[in-house]
């Protein structure tokens, strides 16, 4: 049969993700495949939350090399994916395409294997995502099983956080859509993610040129508090256009949390202000990101970006 298998190159997992697991089981099972489990996806060392370096590059390489595994899924994001990229096996990888999976911290890994073997990989849900019964962010991810073009629609309702009372809890909102920032048409090699984690990789052998891309960004909030989150996103959108090869084609920008105080108005002050950004198609609030439902990005596949006003088209081709 064929399998899907869940390893943990970031954080691990904990006792209490045991129902996830036999959640996201029953799922891929309703596909027409097993869930198998990496070795050491539990496993944590005393500082960092996961487990070694070489018990992470294991479980990934055993996958990759198992004959049965057509799909890895990344369990959970974190802060130290970056740490097992210098000891892959890139041509091994290579020889064994897989649709590998994650988002946030799993960013740097899809990326630089993006990079080094282009192959496409894919930016999306995780063990939690899986383990729901998100209608949105399973048919997104049927989607890229098809390996077939497709356009962006965006959800219904949004799933986030707000503060009451000083303390986070669980907020549906109804979705009013993509905003249009600027106007304009282009077609681009899509390279994205979580926007922090891409510029971890800045001046290493795993970060591509981004020139002729279409930008797919996003980042987390939850840690900073007021309008710190504005400023750390300004400086890191900065850092990236700064780049010596980042003459890019257009930006779609996923959904900020309610926590990152961003609205249009500062998002228009931040774009302003980069040089390379004039003229180049911008839209924000796509269905990716830190907040819940999210479609599939395909790292390495391509975009067609269309924005005129509130009509605004998404297009991902698979086969280019």
Known sequence: MKEVRLIAPSMS?????????????KYFKSLGYSLTVGK????????FGCSSIKNRVEDLMNAFLDK?????????????????????DYKIIKQNPKIIIGYSDITALLIAIMKKTNLTTYYGPML???????????????????????????????YDYKKVNNKMEKATLKNDGMIPIQNGESFGKIIGGNLCTINL???????????????????DADDFGNDVFLLEFDRNLESLLQLPNCKIKGIVFGRFQLCSNMTIDKLKTIIKNKKKLKDVPIVCGADFGHTNPMFTIPIG???????????????IEMGK
């Not at 997992?13 to 089981?25: P, R, T, V």
């Not at 049965?68 to 892959?88: F, H, K, M, R, S």
């Not at 290493?204 to 960004?217: A, G």
Request: charged share 25%; hydrophobic share 35%.
């Open 128 to 158: 939690s995502g899986f383990s729901s019964d998100n209608e949105y962010t399973l048919q997104y991810f049927e989607k890229i099983l098809k390996n077939k073009d497709f356009m962006i629609h965006s959800s219904k309702v949004i």
């Open 68 to 88: 049965n595994v057509e799909i890895i899924v990344c369990a959970d994001g974190g802060y130290n994916v970056n740490q097992i990229l210098p000891y892959l």
């Open 201 to 219: 990789l800045q001046g290493t052998e795993y970060m591509p040129n981004l020139n002729d891309s279409i930008l797919f960004l996003e980042d």
């Open 13 to 25: 997992l904990s006792e209490n993700d045991k129902a996830k697991i036999l959640n996201a089981e």
């Open 40 to 47: 050491y996806i539990f496993d944590k060392d005393t500082y």
């Open 301 to 315: 596949a391509y975009c067609n970006l269309q924005i005129k006003n509130n009509d605004i088209e998404i297009k």
